[in-house]
């Protein structure tokens, strides 16, 4: 740092106090954001873990934010529920309870047919519409007077004067009274069907009917005669029910014991002309014989086929080997005999010739042998032929006499068809006729008793407070629906507010890093106190934007730096005195301008002269030396904005400006520039083009976005180095804990102390700087 050159050291010549080409600096290539934080430029989206109760911390924080609001609507409507409540009519309720039980008679007997599903349920719909019909009301206001219908409607049938005149000369009623009789009946008609109620009571029989008037005795009167005309109308139609049905079942029994006699007639008759004694006996009968008959035929059956087995093998072998053969004894002892005598002859072969007379004579005993055994095996066979032919005459015989059955069970058949019809015509008509009989002896004892299924199990009492309005109740659902329309309110002021809020919507909206954090103050005194004071978080804000600055580029913070605005009172100015300061801390000499050249205000914060500075240079009145000022700061010198000029424009955008920035940067460590606003003049444009870098200062919940996108874009078009943004005046309260932002940095001062540093309103929590956090990890 010794080594720097002097600042008040403006020698040489003019080509060598040109302005040396602009050095373009690179900025930090951003990597990706860490995890839990939006990339730049792209739309912000809290972190996924714990984003339910961020999103509740967020609503909740909406509402504390405009808590006026809600609570002024919240008031309105409890004073509106409140004059509603005293200006209304009151209302008396009176209460009859009702026992209304399921019909104990019916005409027919239905439940052995269909199991009437939901028939209950029908049953007490169907009588909750009765008791709000008209005909019942129309019975009910039948029973009032002419003086009851005035007096329960609010009108009159004729004035008090034709009251006395008709009393003085007798007159008779005009016809025109009658109407209004009948207008007077309509109307309390409709007043007792509106204001009628009927409610079930869960799980039960029971009914509360009740009626609702100004007035507590016609509200009891009106509600007992409803249900007392509900219990006679029941008891009416029962009786009416009964005669109907008695009458009903009269005639039908007339006409079923008609059906009856011709049913039965007709089933004799044809029994007789058919020659049918029983049916179904008969029929038992013959399929006994038929199945008896079905068995022998297969027996028979089984014993021709062995028989015919027996003899087609008999036929087709010697027979020898038939089982009747060998269980003959005689034939087996003939077949010994022989083989005796051939054993013998084939012993004595061998002594004589076959032609010696004792062998000739066993020869013939052989042959004898022979001839008796084939005579044995024939007999055998005529008898197997014998057997075969009986069981085929037999098996014919059954088969004949099994199809004789069968022919007869079908006759029987054709014939008891229509018999079983005309008999199940007879049965149908004697079941119904007993049932109806039954049912016309039932309906005639119900009839005879008189019972009702509806009773009252409570007169209705005379009210003695009102049922509505009710104050609690009022208040309760203005207080909720004022809750309601402020929430809307509150939420509908924060979707139209299109200010800047939080940093993310900086980064999301505008493509720019948050370099910084300023909190609010309450007012100039605290904020320069709080910037006097090194351990005030409005001081570490500062220093945490002088780090984010050093990190802003690839060679570190921009020699020269531009601090503006979109719109005034953004607090750029004092903005560009803290930058400048917290560089000097650092040892290092800066050099801070206040090219405001239409409202300057460092001046008065420095007390400095304003008397020479910018405009002097500008205009080649004085050397930049000249108009140099030193500050209370250790390296920090200050050049004033001088008189104002009428064409700032035009001197900004001359080769001077862009000269005493080549040299200063040259001279000094870092230069700052408190720039105009962006918008509506060209002077901030036009200094953004002739330095390194360029700070937005964009004012919390203040600046609006499309000012804010304008002011950008104007800078992007004057080709301006863009190093980020500053939220200043940022209020963490506002937008609520969940964002984390506040400045109090107890480390280092005091750590583990409980002091917060707060101004005004504000009180931060001992957090770190999140924007310095992204740049070290960046």
Known sequence: MNNQPDPNDWTGTPQERMPAPRREREPVPWKPAPAGYPAYGADYDAPEEGNFVHDLWRYFWILFRHRW?????????????????????????????????????????????????????????????????????????????????????????????????????????????????????????????????????????????????????????????????????????????SSYARDFLEERLKELKLKLEDSEAELVAYAQREGIVNVDERKSLVSSELETLSGQLGDASRARLTAE????????????????????????????????????????????????????????????????????????????????????????????ELESLKTEVLDLEGRGIQYRILQREVDTNRE???????????????????????????????????????????????????????????????????????????????????????????????????????????????????????????????????????????????????????????????LLIDADLRNPSLHKVLSCAASAGLSNYLTGNAMPSGVFQNTDDEGLTFMACGPLPPNPAE????????????????????????GPPVMGIADAPLLASVTEGTLLVVEAGQTRRGVTQGALKRLHFARAQVVGALLSKFNARSVGHTYGYGYGYGYGYGYGDTEYYGYGTQSTPKLEDESVERLEKA
Do not use: H
């Not at 269909?114 to 169907?126: C, H, M, V």
């Not at 005639?444 to 009252?456: D, K, L, M, P, R």
């Not at 690839?554 to 607090?571: H, W």
């Not at 001197?651 to 408190?674: H, T, Y």
């Open 432 to 590: 119904l006729y007993d049932g109806l009989l039954q049912r016309y002896k039932e309906v005639g004892v119900a009839g005879a008793v008189g019972t009702n299924n509806v009773s009252i199990v409570d007169q209705a009492a005379r009210p003695r407070a009102p049922f509505k309005p009710s104050l609690s109740k009022n208040l309760a659902l203005a207080f909720a629906f004022g809750l309601f329309c402020g929430g809307l309110a509150a939420f509908g002021i924060e979707f139209l507010d299109d200010t800047f809020k939080v940093p993310e919507e900086i980064e999301s909206n505008l493509g720019l890093p948050v370099l910084g954090i300023i909190p609010l103050s309450a007012d100039a005194g605290s904020l320069k106190t709080a910037l006097a004071d090194p351990r005030s978080s409005l001081s570490e804000a500062y220093r945490s934007l002088r780090t984010a600055l050093q990190f802003s580029t690839a060679d570190g913070a921009p020699r020269t730096v531009l601090v503006t605005s979109s719109r005034p009172g953004e607090g750029k100015s004092t903005t560009s005195l803290a930058v400048a300061r917290n560089f000097a801390q650092l040892g290092q000499k800066v």
């Open 651 to 674: 001197l900004l955008a001359g080769p001077k400006m862009a000269s005493l920035l080549s040299v200063a940067s040259e001279k000094f460590d870092i230069v700052v520039i408190d």
């Open 69 to 241: 609001v809600v609570l002024g609507i919240t008031v309105f409507f409890l004073c509106a529920g409140l004059l509603i409540t005293f200006l209304s009519t009151p209302i008396y309720r009176a209460s009859v309870t009702l026992q209304i039980d399921r019909e104990p008679a019916r005409i027919l007997n239905m439940e052995q047919v269909q199991a009437d599903i939901g028939s209950e349920r029908l049953f007490y719909a169907t009588q909750y519409e009765i008791l709000k019909s008209r005909s019942l009301a129309e019975q009910v206001v039948s029973n009032f007077s002419v003086a009851d219908l005035e007096q329960f409607t609010g009108q009159n049938v004729i004035s008090p004067w034709a009251r006395i005149w008709r009393t003085l000369t007798g007159a008779n009623a005009p016809e025109d009274e009658e109407v209004d009789v009948a207008r007077l009946q309509s109307a309390a008609v409709g007043q007792v069907m509106r204001r009628l109620t009927v409610q079930p009571v869960a799980t039960s029989r029971v009914v509360r009917l009740s009626y609702d008037y100004p007035d507590a005795g016609w509200a009891q009167r009106v509600a007992n005669s409803v249900a007392n005309t509900y219990v006679s109308l029941t008891l009416d139609r029962r009786f009416e029910a």
């Open 309 to 400: 087995q027996l003899l087609r093998q008999a036929e087709a072998t010697d027979g020898l080997a038939l089982p009747q053969i060998l269980a003959d004894e005689s034939i087996a002892k003939m077949r010994e005999r022989r083989a005796e005598l051939s054993a013998e002859y084939q012993d004595k072969l061998s002594f004589f010739k076959p032609d010696y007379p004792e062998m000739l004579k066993l020869q013939a005993q052989i042959t004898e042998t022979d001839r008796q055994i084939k005579e044995a095996v024939d007999i055998v066979r005529l008898s197997l032929r014998a057997d075969y032919e009986a069981l085929t005459a037999q098996e014919q015989s059954l088969q004949q």
